[in-house]
């Protein structure tokens, strides 16, 4: 019995990775391209107090201002439904906390764009009792409902600990049905920026072990 009851939520660790890289040549440019565009566009760089982290960009203004991004896009035959800035500011040293989204969209694809180079991106194997006892909290971005896990972020290691990555020189396809915590390092820079795109169709397939 799961308290929340959606099909192949969380994903099962022994059938799917917790990410994939991609290969892209251009991620230099999609890089400057975003980078440029949230200057002129927004405060999110200089906004060091920000505990929000996820910032949903309205519209389609970041599209038109990116065509390396959407030129990439079109590449891999994946479509943008909706676009986010990641920010981890320098108000959020203990990390994003071990959380598991929602069951509405399992995958999205997300590119390094600044000061990726001391942060980790921790996914965890949590048991499906364990998730039960926690209960669950409302989710942050959407009307769905998620489990408690920030209960357990600071005791994340007492499990099994399914991947480390330092998504720095490549994008990736993220699998956020397995908990996962993002973790900087000491000598982490801030504002630590990644760039979060929702395909139309769920990429599950690029997950496969
Ligand atoms: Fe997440």
Known sequence: MKLIDCDNYPSDTDKEL?????ECPTLAEIQQEVLSWLRQNTNLLESADDKSYWHTIQGTDIVRACPKLVEYMKSIKSP??????????????TGLHLHMDSCSLQTKINFPVLNTEQVYTE??????????QLGIRDDA????????????????TDYDRVARYNMHTKPIVFNSWIPHRVMPETTAQYPRVILSVMPVKEL??????
Not at 80 to 93: K, N, Y
Not at 204 to 209: D, E, R
């Open 18 to 22: 917790a990410y994939a890289e991609l």
């Open 80 to 93: 943008i439904r909706e676009i986010a800035i990641g920010v981890l500011t320098q108000s959020m040293q």
């Open 123 to 132: 996914w965890y194997d949590i048991p499906i009792d364990v998730l039960n």
């Open 141 to 156: 971005k959407t009307t769905d409902k998620v489990y408690n896990l920030y209960k357990i972020h600071d005791t994340a």
């Open 204 to 209: 599950t397939h690029l997950l496969q072990k």
